[in-house]
Protein backbone atom coordinates (compact mmCIF):
# COMPACT_ATOMS: atom_id res chain seq x y z
CA UNK A 1 0.00 0.00 0.00
CA UNK A 2 1.44 3.84 -0.99
CA UNK A 3 1.88 6.26 1.54
CA UNK A 4 2.83 9.54 1.05
CA UNK A 5 3.44 11.74 4.77
CA UNK A 6 4.08 15.10 4.75
CA UNK A 7 5.45 16.99 7.80
CA UNK A 8 7.68 20.31 7.96
CA UNK A 9 4.44 23.12 7.86
CA UNK A 10 3.77 25.79 10.17
CA UNK A 11 3.76 29.52 10.59
CA UNK A 12 6.58 31.64 9.58
CA UNK A 13 6.76 35.42 8.87
CA UNK A 14 7.30 36.92 5.82
CA UNK A 15 10.80 36.64 4.20
CA UNK A 16 11.50 33.35 6.32
CA UNK A 17 12.08 29.57 5.03
CA UNK A 18 9.99 26.69 5.59
CA UNK A 19 11.39 22.95 4.60
CA UNK A 20 8.65 20.80 4.18
CA UNK A 21 8.99 16.63 3.52
CA UNK A 22 7.08 13.88 1.84
CA UNK A 23 8.15 10.67 3.01
CA UNK A 24 7.22 7.47 1.12
CA UNK A 25 6.48 4.21 1.83
CA UNK A 26 5.23 1.23 -0.22
CA UNK A 27 6.71 2.91 -3.21
CA UNK A 28 10.17 3.99 -4.24
CA UNK A 29 9.79 8.38 -5.37
CA UNK A 30 12.40 7.21 -7.74
CA UNK A 31 10.13 5.20 -9.61
CA UNK A 32 7.91 7.90 -11.13
CA UNK A 33 7.36 11.56 -11.05
CA UNK A 34 6.93 13.66 -7.89
CA UNK A 35 5.38 16.90 -7.52
CA UNK A 36 4.45 19.37 -4.76
CA UNK A 37 0.90 21.35 -5.12
CA UNK A 38 -1.16 23.90 -2.85
CA UNK A 39 -4.22 25.24 -2.17
CA UNK A 40 -5.18 28.11 -0.62
CA UNK A 41 -8.78 28.94 0.73
CA UNK A 42 -11.47 29.34 -1.68
CA UNK A 43 -8.76 28.62 -4.48
CA UNK A 44 -7.71 25.46 -6.92
CA UNK A 45 -4.85 23.49 -6.23
CA UNK A 46 -2.06 24.37 -8.17
CA UNK A 47 0.94 22.94 -9.13
CA UNK A 48 3.90 24.53 -7.72
CA UNK A 49 7.08 22.47 -8.37
CA UNK A 50 8.00 18.96 -10.20
CA UNK A 51 10.74 16.29 -9.99
CA UNK A 52 11.14 14.12 -12.76
CA UNK A 53 12.29 10.37 -12.13
CA UNK A 54 15.41 11.49 -13.99
CA UNK A 55 15.82 14.46 -11.35
CA UNK A 56 15.16 17.09 -13.60
CA UNK A 57 13.18 20.20 -11.89
CA UNK A 58 10.39 22.54 -13.37
CA UNK A 59 9.12 25.16 -10.95
CA UNK A 60 6.04 27.94 -11.42
CA UNK A 61 6.88 31.40 -12.49
CA UNK A 62 5.65 32.84 -9.13
CA UNK A 63 7.97 30.28 -7.12
CA UNK A 64 11.06 30.09 -9.57
CA UNK A 65 14.15 31.48 -7.63
CA UNK A 66 12.88 31.03 -4.41
CA UNK A 67 11.61 27.30 -4.00
CA UNK A 68 13.77 24.39 -4.56
CA UNK A 69 12.22 20.93 -4.82
CA UNK A 70 14.88 17.43 -4.30
CA UNK A 71 14.81 14.16 -3.58
CA UNK A 72 16.38 12.05 -1.52
CA UNK A 73 16.08 8.47 -2.64
CA UNK A 74 18.26 6.88 0.49
CA UNK A 75 15.81 8.41 2.96
CA UNK A 76 13.26 7.52 -0.19
CA UNK A 77 11.49 11.23 0.89
CA UNK A 78 11.00 14.48 -1.48
CA UNK A 79 11.31 17.71 -0.39
CA UNK A 80 10.29 21.08 -0.89
CA UNK A 81 12.54 23.79 0.61
CA UNK A 82 10.66 27.44 0.84
CA UNK A 83 12.48 30.79 0.97
CA UNK A 84 11.89 34.15 0.96
CA UNK A 85 8.25 33.44 1.53
CA UNK A 86 5.39 35.47 0.98
CA UNK A 87 1.87 35.89 2.71
CA UNK A 88 0.29 35.06 -0.89
CA UNK A 89 2.00 31.40 -0.57
CA UNK A 90 0.08 30.86 2.71
CA UNK A 91 -1.81 27.58 1.75
CA UNK A 92 -2.09 24.11 2.27
CA UNK A 93 0.79 21.87 0.68
CA UNK A 94 0.60 18.54 -1.03
CA UNK A 95 2.73 15.96 -2.29
CA UNK A 96 2.01 14.15 -5.10
CA UNK A 97 3.47 11.07 -6.65
CA UNK A 98 2.96 9.74 -10.20
CA UNK A 99 3.76 5.94 -10.65
CA UNK A 100 1.24 3.43 -11.64
CA UNK A 101 -1.20 5.51 -10.77
CA UNK A 102 -1.69 8.87 -8.35
CA UNK A 103 -0.58 9.32 -4.57
CA UNK A 104 -1.71 12.16 -2.49
CA UNK A 105 -0.46 13.38 0.54
CA UNK A 106 -2.80 14.33 3.67
CA UNK A 107 -1.46 18.28 3.30
CA UNK A 108 0.39 20.37 5.49
CA UNK A 109 -0.29 24.04 6.49
CA UNK A 110 1.76 26.69 5.42
CA UNK A 111 0.49 30.31 6.97
CA UNK A 112 2.80 33.19 6.33
CA UNK A 113 1.70 36.02 8.34
CA UNK A 114 3.50 38.52 10.88
Known amino acids: QVQLVESGGGLVQPGGSLQLSCAASGVFFNSGSGAWYRQAPGKQRELVAV???????TYKDFVKGRFTISRDNDKNTMYLQMNTLKPEDTAVYYC????????WGQGTQVTVSS
Open 51 to 57: ISRDGIT
Open 96 to 103: NLQYRGDY
